[in-house]
């Protein structure tokens, strides 16, 4: 983690409910008047409650004067990537040059193929959305020749390049999961993840992701914008989670969220001019003067989290129980027998791989006592014997890492995208579990490292020991939180998983 030095922009983040599109109106001339730096508009072009985004940012931009704007972030399979080009360069044009674009690859797939966009699946809409990053930089490129790209989702047959934003557009990425975040790290301008999805103690590791691969593509990280989308609320006294309290508690948390994982823009959701003002006269000037003081004194170890605040490591602080999504329960018990155990199926799954786990420990603490008696003994046949038995406990974690893998891939690719699709209040909830998937990949990876100096150096044992006991704390916590919230869901929706 690190404070990459980047200017702090606070904004708005403005729900664009149709319903309330004079209150929308005048909020963005608000933040435009009080000093905010940018204003966000989320693009879910398949509900009809909402107004167009791109519609809104043209308006907007015509009643405003300073302040930046940005779709927060683009639906990208109902925005050809060729006519947002156009349209993007021409907001920028008409806008003196105040305009970022975020792009999403894709949710909610079956609103969108209700819209007559594509379906895709996570790796397809990844891919597209790298497609589409050639489409917009080939587009803002000057040059005398059309231009042609032949890829599988955007293909461009001789297209002129123009017109040319009068600044260079921030192409910000909404990333979670690992393919995206490195995806951003090698070709983004900025990241987009929201706390809604993201808790302040993940993004670390996420961070992580991004800028490992942006040194593997010989970018400098600190190219990479760290946008992140915030919400709170304003109370009297500090309540226990991230923004819960008055506007000194805000600083010191989103201060320590600058100098910490390097977020360095906060597009706060709101819908009451009286928070709007608060957030922009008297939380932005305490963070930006904090800030600045921390960068005076120079470079500093790594900060500890504010409180409230789970830091990045270990994994099983970023599992924070507390930040994590739930739903109203209903009782699974009014169901029909068939359907109680379609969704208990889920765990029985989890019971196998808890069994499994369990082995391991045990393995673990036979080989430990093992090495103790050999020690004693110094005998070359007690000496080969516990060789082999290190061998044997690598074989069986590996085996399971690779069990423990096989089953997240499933459910990421197949029951979650299904979950989110029949019933699309579980979103958040899924969003959640995968990304505690892609903590738990980091915690294997760390095993595995764990257990190739342990064949090495047999002493290093306890090593693994230690990796072994944050898997089972993470894991059970995690298998734990995934039945509490999907086995009711699955048995109602009568889902085969």
Known sequence: MADFGHELWFGAFLTPDAAGHHRIVRQAVLADDIGLDIVGIQDHPYLPAFLDTWTLLSTLAGRTERVRLFPDVVNLPLRPPAVLARAAASLDILSGGR??????????????????????????AVDALEEAIAVLRALWTPGDEGVRLDGRHYRLEGARPGPFPPHPIGLWLGAYKRRMLELTGRLGDGWVPSSGYAAPGELGAMSEILDAAAERAGRDP???????NIEGRFSGAAGEGLLDGPPAVWAEQLAELALGPGMSVFVLAVDDDRDLK???????????????RERARGPRPDAEAPAGIAQAAPAKAVLDEATRPRLP????????????????????IHDHLRRELTQIRDALEQVAAGRSDAAALRSMINELTMRQNYWTLGTFCASYCRLLTTHHTIEDEHMFPMLAAAQESLAPVVARLEQEHEVIAGVLTQLDAALVAMIDDPDRLDGVRDQVELLSDVLLSHLRYEEEELVEPIARLNLDI
């Open 99 to 124: 305009v970022e674009l975020g792009l999403g690859a894709g949710a909610f797939w079956d609103g969108i193929a209700a819209m007559g966009g594509p379906r895709h699946s996570p790796g397809e």
């Open 222 to 228: 600190a190219e990479i914008r760290r946008v992140y």
């Open 329 to 348: 329960k209903r009782d699974i018990a009014a169901l029909p027998p068939r359907q109680q155990a379609n969704g208990r199926r889920l765990v029985l």
């Open 278 to 292: 608060v957030f922009a006269e008297e939380v932005a000037p305490a963070v930006r003067e904090a800030v600045a």
